[in-house]
């Protein structure tokens, strides 16, 4: 197996809403628009599917418990983070945690978008992009 995520879903109780608010947020919507919102995020694909949709499509009931995975999207620099968490709030999304120092050095904070789905907003120096946004773990 090579070691790569290709698809992100997002289970969305509503899928119009929800593709809005990443309309909002800058991302540009595939032509495929039958049932599902997919998006392309560099070398990935984010995806938006119904709730109903997706829990019968995996076979299991995903309950009302609170997300426990989130996403990141790491910035260039310190002052994108702040960039992002506004546009993301100016969107319909909600500040969680804002821009601030992290235990690690960086900058970074939260938003949720309009289903609380989690993303972190970070700057680690130690994390490079590269010219196409593909980040690197350090050597």
């Given at each position: ?8 879903t ?27 919102a ?25 309950g ?47 938003f949720?978008?309009p289903?609380h ?8 120096p130690?994390?490079?992009?590269d ?9």
């Open positions: 197996m090579d070691p790569r995520i290709s698809i992100i997002i289970a969305v109780d509503d899928l119009d809403r929800m593709a809005a608010f990443y309309e909002a947020m800058g991302l540009v919507r595939h032509r495929i628009r039958d049932g599902v997919f998006f392309q995020m560099g070398g990935a694909i984010l995806s938006l599917f119904p709730r109903a949709s997706a829990e019968k499509d995996a076979g299991i009931a995903f009302t418990a609170p997300p426990r995975v989130y996403l990141a999207y790491n910035t260039r620099t310190e002052a994108e983070v702040g960039e992002v968490l506004a546009l993301a709030e100016s969107s319909g999304g909600r500040i969680v945690k804002p821009a601030g120092r992290a235990f690690w050095g960086g900058w970074y904070g939260y949720a978008d289903e789905n989690l993303w972190e907003v970070a700057h680690n130690d994390f490079p992009l010219a196409e946004g593909r980040i690197s773990l350090p050597a």
